[in-house]
């Protein structure tokens, strides 16, 4: 069974600081694409972050470049979101999620974790 279990979600100010970790089990971690993805309320989905199976590379959107950075530990099985410089537009529930599909993590994944709340304060 897929498992995804975020944590790392908080309360901090404009301009701190969290670090985003994300659980995997029960499927070959090193052969799957990992995504991140947030709701704020109010507003779909959108995709944050990903970093593929093997070459590390990345993915973010333009809004969060230069202030988040997505790393994988494979030996591990985890994979971190660093949030750095706040902004209260951040503010969401932040879910990781995966596919066996790459073009399917990037859009509509088959499998999500519960997700973890960030709050940003102004």
């Known amino acids: 069974e897929v498992q995804l279990v975020e944590s790392g979600g908080g309360l901090v100010q404009a301009g701190g600081s969290l670090r985003l970790s994300c659980a995997a089990s029960g499927f070959s971690f090193d052969d799957y694409t990992i995504g991140w993805f947030r709701q704020a309320p109010g507003k779909e989905r959108e995709g944050v972050s990903w970093i593929s199976k093997s070459d590390g590379n990345t993915y973010y959107k333009n809004s969060v470049k230069g202030r988040f950075t997505i790393s994988r530990d494979n030996a591990k099985n985890m994979v971190y979101l660093q949030m750095n410089r706040l902004k209260p537009e951040d503010t969401a529930v932040y879910y990781c999620?995966?596919?066996?599909?790459?073009?399917?993590?990037?859009?509509?994944?088959?499998?999500w974790g519960q997700g973890t709340q960030v709050t940003v304060s102004s």
């Open positions: 999620a995966t596919d066996p599909s790459i073009t399917a993590v990037r859009s509509t994944p088959a499998y």
